[in-house]
């Protein structure tokens, strides 16, 4: 905690340091012109278009009926988290985000960045939706398909860049209060005056609530409760210049969400602080310069499901990870784009867990387990424009490493029964990506890209065995690197302005790819499989006509799992979790200056709960929407409903045990200032 605390003041205080006004004396009395800072990173390079990308902004952001940012991703056709509840139901350790129905388990297979910075848990591979606020972001940028340059291993389903906004999007100061038909409230904030030529924003947000019932009645117990969750984070970001064409940017965010899932006592508790400092020069020689350290823990007590009592205490999983990267872009002239740069990134962690017995309530193992990952990165990449053309090609190689893992049990009397020390690994991979796009007219570009990508088995999916009463899952330690590599295909067609159409074509293949197997009566075990050969379409359309507009989104996929040997009953079927379609539609409205009318469709197909598809998640259709309008100049009523229809979203379905996710929900509250 002391060293938690150490790292926020450093940062705030040097970063407060810097931002005082920059305004320097030329020598004849006058003042230098102010610079204002961006607050961002490097410009995205001329072949971005190349890769089958989607771009949310903030009005998007902000119409989310849940004003959750995993929902507002769920607009964006392939993304997908493992299960379909949110971060007020779902256990944080199972908020894994693929892209492309890669599916197969609750780990990471998209790379996601704050700011440029790597947000998914060192141990775990999850993402902490509830730490992250939409009203606070500017935009996100979904690049799907595998490899990216900087922190390019792990992106294997894509990337998933959030912008901060700053002072131009948040105003000085703003703030939302809501409350639910449940009594459940969601406050937000933030603060973010100008300093100088730079800018401060501290912003803070805080959930909590009874929660609903995810037990349907007829399998409600004594023991059994509501989803209750009560979450907050808090941040201050500041960008100011160092002079000339540097701009320094510094960040702490630090986060607390707990919750509790289906029965009496079933707690998960996650919590982070995070840091970063950041150079980013805009001058000839551009470079983006970025170091980060993540503090994180997880705690979680899984009930017996039968005898109600607890049968495990997974009390303590901190971790810790760190990282940066050098990226250097060259003046090669005009027609040329080029970046090279390194980036390193280490997690360590490891568990502390005791098993009781569901008849006596006394502890019956102690285990300790965990490890060391690290991924040491050379990336280059050119974009190169030739009239109507722009083409793109660049290589990642990266020395991983997978050391220090260890297993250790012992009986309730301390004695040791298992003590396993793990061989230390290591190697080199390469990773390549090119593409082009081609702009026959002002109205259409074609697009084609190619790519692989590498990702690194987590430290969970390593060292640390799981249960969902009453199934087991083994960890192994001796998994392999899952290597993908595919190819896109694609037009944007503008068919009038504010009119765009897009559709992409791809044929994604996943191999070792890493899924819950099963292998006995409630046991399963991570194992790689060959492979997930995902092939689809994407489409998305935009329509923004005067005061209406529409986003619609969808994504048609035929994912396999390719499997033999001790694997092989799960050869040619679906990966778990994973649709064969995914849509949604958004319809809005603006009848006057500062209001707004939305309503979102969306469609999940049917999903199957685990590898033998023996549990249906069944197809659902969803309604939602929101409202804002103006009742002084800065003051607006905002109206949100979830699930309007009330529809009965099955979240899991274990042997016919099912969770639901959010029912219908109404909120109402007000938003002062801001945007």
């Known amino acids: 905690m002391r060293r938690t605390i150490s790292i926020r003041l450093s940062l705030v205080a040097l970063a407060a340091a810097i931002a005082a006004p920059a305004r320097a004396d030329s020598g004849d009395g006058t003042a230098e012109p102010v610079i204002v800072v961006t607050g961002r990173g490097l410009a995205e390079t001329p072949a971005t278009p190349a890769y089958d990308v989607t771009e949310i902004d903030a009005e998007e952001l902000q119409r989310t009926a849940s004003g959750r940012i995993e929902d507002a991703l769920a607009n964006v056709a392939g993304f997908q988290q493992f299960r379909r509840s949110d971060s007020r139901s779902a256990n944080p350790s199972a908020q894994g985000v693929s892209l492309r129905a890669l599916g197969g388990n609750a780990t990471s297979r998209a790379l996601v960045l704050l700011d440029g910075v790597p947000m998914a848990d060192p141990f775990f591979g999850y993402i902490p939706f509830s730490a992250l606020d939409p009203g606070q972001l500017a935009r996100v940028r979904v690049t799907r398909g595998g490899g990216s ?317 799981f249960v969902v009463f009453p199934v087991f899952t083994r960890a192994n330690a001796a998994l392999v690197n899952e290597r993908l590599r595919g190819f896109d295909l694609g037009v944007d067609v503008t068919l009038a302005p504010g009119v765009t159409l897009s559709l992409t074509a791809f044929d994604n293949r996943l191999k070792n790819a890493i899924a819950n197997v099963t292998i006995g009566t409630n046991l399963r075990e991570r194992r790689n499989v060959d492979a997930i050969h995902a092939r689809g379409l994407e489409a998305t359309a935009t329509v923004h006509l005067g005061a209406f507009g529409f986003d619609g989104s969808m994504a048609l996929t035929d994912s396999k799992v390719e499997a033999s040997g001790a694997s092989a009953a799960l050869n040619g079927k679906r990966p778990a979790q994973t649709p064969r379609i995914a849509a949604s539609g958004t319809l809005s409205w603006k009848p006057c200056q500062g209001c707004m009318v939305a309503a979102t469709v969306r469609h999940i197909g049917l999903q199957f709960e685990d590898d033998l598809e023996t549990g249906r998640l069944p197809a659902v259709t969803t309604i939602d929407a929101y409202a804002a309008f103006p009742v002084s100049r800065d003051v607006a009523l905002v109206l949100r409903g979830e699930n309007l229809t009330g529809r009965q979203i099955v979240t899991r379905n274990q042997a016919g045990s099912i969770d639901l996710g959010a029912p219908r929900t109404l909120w109402i509250g007000v938003r002062v200032g801001g945007r």
């Not at 924003?201 to 805080?206: D, F, I, K």
């Not at 508790?269 to 983006?288: I, N, P, T």
């Not at 009592?309 to 050098?326: A, C, E, F, V, Y």
């Open 149 to 465: 340059s900087a922190f390019g291993a792990g992106a294997v389903g894509g990337t998933i860049e959030l912008d901060s906004a700053g002072p131009a999007q948040l105003g000085l100061v703003g703030a939302s209060m809501l409350v639910n038909d449940r009594g459940e409230t969601e406050l937000s904030g933030s603060l973010a005056p100008e300093l100088g030529s730079g800018f401060a924003v501290v912003s803070g947000r805080w959930d909590r609530g009874a929660g609903f019932w995810t037990a349907p009645l007829a399998q409600r117990v004594p023991a059994s409760v509501k989803a209750r969750f009560d979450s907050w984070s808090a941040g201050v970001r500041v960008a100011a210049p160092l002079g000339g064409d540097v701009e320094l940017q510094a960040r702490v965010l630090t986060f607390d969400d707990n919750r509790t899932l289906r029965f009496q006592g079933a707690d998960s508790e996650s919590q982070g602080s995070d840091a970063s400092v950041r150079l980013v020069g805009r001058g000839a020689w551009q470079f983006d310069v970025l170091a980060y350290v993540q503090i994180r823990d997880f705690s979680n007590v899984v009930i017996s499901s039968t005898a109600f009592k607890k049968t495990l205490d997974q009390r303590k999983t901190p971790s810790t990870g760190l990282g940066g990267k050098l990226e250097l872009r060259p003046p090669v002239g005009s027609d040329h784009v080029a970046r090279l740069g390194i980036d390193w990134r280490r997690a360590v962690g490891g568990l502390q867990e005791d098993a009781y017995s569901a008849v006596t309530g006394l502890v019956t193992a102690r285990r300790r387990a965990g490890g060391r990952n690290g991924d040491l990165g050379l990336f280059v990449q050119d974009d190169w424009t030739i009239g109507k053309l722009v083409l793109t090609a660049g290589g990642r190689a990266d020395r991983w490493s997978i050391k220090d893992g260890y297993f250790r049990e012992a009986n309730a009397a301390g004695t040791i029964t298992t003590d396993r020390l793990f061989g230390n690994r290591s190697g080199w991979d390469v990773s390549l990506r090119g593409g082009a796009v081609f702009r026959p007219s002002s109205s259409v570009a074609l697009r084609a890209a190619g790519y692989t990508g590498l990702r690194l088995p987590t430290l969970n999916e390593l060292y640390r065995p």
